[in-house]
């Protein structure tokens, strides 16, 4: 939804003609920050830097388009994204630099938590145990082998079915039945609504 | 979500992407909150994964086959030998001695219902099928549980397949009743059929069972399979096969 201009509203004086309405803008900030969580999360940074980011991209685009409207409007959430993710190369540059060496760096990052975070929605969840009943429910050992293989080790689709002598139909079947029975086992709101998962539940 | 979205998503969280592949997929979880929640799913996922390992359960998980169904060489070799085409019409056969005798004996308990069932004829006899036949039952077409097909000018040999979803019990009982008006016709009965490794439950039927009319097929889970979580209706599957003149 794009504020063609002709509808000014309360916060016309700041409001950038074709940026768009509050509540858009609302679903981008959710949706900017989950994604600089992830990355956060991901690259073991603080998690409150997500929050800043995101604030910083948005006064970005603010100053960017009271000077000239976006080139192609639609694409205002990969300009968002792209400026976050720009922030957070920054910033981590920034954090390297500033990083004081005590001299037991390793030692200190042998302490660290290898396994990220997950999103807040999930965090009252205890993945592991739903992912072994996933795992549990596969009725083929090498099925189970594709799962952490593929989401465990990252190896490539294409070496998996290679080495196992699959098609690649058949790996795409046993990939989506995973996530199908896990996103049940999350619950509705991480449900895709599809026929198909909904005949499993 | 379509193979291609899931593919994306897999790869931006192995760090596999770059330039306009990796612009493109963070834009989608900044604007398209559906690709968000599979996009957290699958990291939710790949975490589990990552605990599960680091408390040493994989490794078990991947290597005892009793942490699932039963596969081929231990207990569950019977139910692959059934799986087999070939070897499933001569349970067929076998088995289908043993329904009509359970149906009479049920028909002769069951007078007073409404819905009445009487005995199939079994086919007088059975020509040797010159030719195969694939009838796929799945659950992802739009009418997922009817296949209509053309009665056969010669004997042919149906290869039915089902698709019974994500998590499939080790075997199934499946019955094949013939629709008259109120009356079902149960013109074959097998009590055990082991799932295949692909997911699918398989079985074979000459033509001559199946002549021109309307069939029900259930697929219920055998007892053994029953939980608390499966044992529910939804657990059991029906497909019609209309066969036309």
């Given amino acids: 939804m794009v504020n063609d201009g002709s509808d000014p509203g309360p916060m016309a004086s700041c409001h950038p003609v074709g940026l768009p309405s509050e509540p858009e803008l609302r679903r981008l900030r959710d949706g900017l920050v989950a994604m600089l969580r992830g990355l956060c999360r991901r690259k073991r940074l603080d998690y409150s830097v997500a929050d800043d980011l995101c604030n910083e991209s948005f006064r970005i685009l603010l100053e960017r388009m009271q000077r000239e409207p976006l080139r192609e409007p639609e694409k205002i959430a990969a300009f968002l994204a792209q400026t976050a993710r720009n922030l957070l190369t920054a910033d981590a540059r920034r954090f390297g630099r500033r990083r004081t060496s005590t001299g037991e760096d390793e030692a200190i990052d042998a302490h660290a938590d290898p396994v990220p975070d997950v999103p807040d929605s999930l965090q009252h969840l205890d993945l592991a145990l739903l992912v072994r009943r996933v795992l549990e429910r596969m009725p083929v050992p090498r099925d189970r082998e594709i799962l952490v293989r593929y989401y465990l080790r990252d190896e490539l689709k294409t070496d998996i079915c290679a080495d196992l002598g699959l098609t690649e139909a058949h790996f795409n079947r046993v990939i989506d039945r995973a996530r199908a029975r896990f996103a049940a086992l999350l619950g509705p709101e991480h449900t895709p609504k599809t026929l198909f998962s909904l005949a499993l539940l | ?245």
């Fill in chain 2, 1 to 245: 979500m379509s193979t291609h979205d899931r593919e994306l998503i897999d790869r931006y969280l192995a760090d596999q992407l770059s330039g306009d592949e990796l612009t493109t997929m963070e834009a989608r979880i900044v604007m398209d909150p559906g690709f968000r929640r599979e996009f957290e799913l699958t990291e939710a996922l790949r975490v589990g994964l990552t605990r599960l390992d680091r408390s040493g359960e994989i490794d078990p998980l991947l290597n005892d086959p009793a942490n699932g169904r039963p596969v081929t060489g231990k207990p569950g070799q019977v139910l692959s030998f059934l799986s087999r085409p070939a070897y499933a019409l001569a349970a067929t056969v076998a088995a289908l001695g043993l329904g009509l005798l359970s149906v009479l004996m049920f028909n002769q308990l069951q007078h007073a219902r409404t819905l009445a069932t009487t005995v199939g004829q079994p086919p007088a006899a059975a020509t040797p099928a010159g030719r195969r036949e694939a009838l796929s039952f799945a659950m992802l077409r739009s009418d997922a549980d009817a296949i209509s097909i053309r009665s056969p000018d010669s004997p042919v040999q149906y290869d039915l397949s089902f698709d019974v979803g994500a998590e499939p019990a080790a075997e199934y009982s499946i019955t094949i009743s013939r629709i008259e008006a109120d009356t079902r016709i149960i013109v074959l009965q097998i009590p055990r059929v082991a799932t295949d490794d692909d997911g699918l439950v398989r079985m074979s039927a000459h033509s001559a069972l199946l002549s021109p009319g309307t069939y029900a097929i259930r697929l219920a889970p055998t007892s053994k399979d029953r939980t608390p979580e499966t044992d529910s209706a939804s657990s059991e599957f029906s497909y019609t096969l209309h066969i036309l003149t």
